[in-house]
């Protein structure tokens, strides 16, 4: 008669051959007349300067002196040659003006500016209108995000930390830049970690849901981290894999064990 000499490998293959079937494809309750149908997207979220922000801002008028004072902190020193105002003007936006945790830039010339809170367009404004009223006249400034940044962890293919250069992203752009989810990833029950105006959010979407093509969550903020958790059927594989391999290990030891006894008896 067959005897299975070994029933933990049984129980291994019922375990995988029992797993569930997962829903894989994005938003598969779409229905045919969602297809071709135009509609005004509405659900764009503006990203707005936080703490930890890096922004490169630059000012351009002109006045070349007043574009380097206020490119650069401090006027071109004596017998400065033009290609060295440049390469320290490149390195002044290249580091960037760090938001301090109250919302602020140290600004040259001007000082502290409050920027926390506003969007790019409304922090634009603010530096204009304090340079036009005071120091020079119609300057243009430009900002833009130097770390506008998304992480994906869990499970995707690729987990990593992206830089945005366009500073608007939405959630499944981000996963196409970790390589898409893994087939054992729960797509219906993914999370974002956000941390905005001082306050950590916990938010939970579906990609399995159209609905979430037309929610404010779509778009995802600036420092946004992603985690698609894996379902419990594989954490119990995981678990049962740990167990099988620290039992092998055990049966090992011990045959070695005993063989090393044997064979010291047999010496004497």
């Known amino acids: 008669m067959f005897r299975l000499k070994f029933p933990w490998l049984l129980l291994i293959l019922i375990t995988v051959g029992c797993g569930p079937n997962r829903d894989i494809v994005y938003f598969s309750n779409l229905d045919d007349d969602d297809i071709n149908k135009a509609k005004i997207i509405e659900n764009v979220v503006i990203p707005t300067i936080q703490p930890d922000?890096?922004?490169?801002?630059t000012v351009n008028s002109l006045s070349a002196e007043s574009n380097m004072l206020f490119n650069q902190g401090v006027l071109g020193s004596l017998g400065s040659s033009v290609s060295d105002a440049n390469r320290s003007r490149q390195s002044t936006?290249?580091?960037?003006?760090?938001?301090?945790?109250?919302?602020?830039?140290?600004f040259p010339v001007l000082g502290r500016i409050h920027l926390g809170g506003l969007t790019k367009e409304a922090a634009t404004d603010t530096i204009q209108n304090i340079l036009n009223r005071e120091y020079v006249k119609d300057p243009t400034v430009n900002i833009r995000f130097l770390n506008f940044k998304i992480t994906l962890i869990g499970e995707v293919k690729n987990p990593s930390t992206v830089t945005i250069l366009t500073e608007q992203v939405n959630i499944l752009e981000a996963i196409s830049?970790?390589?898409d989810l893994t087939v054992i990833g729960k797509r219906e029950n993914v999370l974002i970690i956000r941390e905005k105006d001082g306050e950590r959010k916990l938010i939970r979407v579906n990609l399995n849901d159209k609905e979430l093509l037309t929610s404010p969550n779509y778009f995802l903020q600036q420092?946004?981290?992603?985690?698609?958790?894996?379902?419990?059927?594989?954490a119990a594989q995981a678990n049962l894999r740990r167990a099988n391999i620290q039992f092998v290990l055990s049966t090992t030891l011990s045959a070695l064990s005993v063989l090393t006894v044997i064979l010291a008896l047999s010496t004497r």
Do not use: T
């Not at 003006?97 to 140290?106: A, C, Q, S």
């Not at 420092?223 to 594989?234: A, G, L, M, Q, T």
């Open 53 to 57: 922000d890096l922004l490169s801002i």
């Open 177 to 179: 830049l970790a390589g």
């Open 93 to 106: 936006q290249a580091e960037g003006y760090l938001v301090d945790k109250n919302g602020n830039i140290n």
């Open 223 to 234: 420092n946004d981290i992603v985690y698609v958790e894996p379902d419990s059927f594989k």
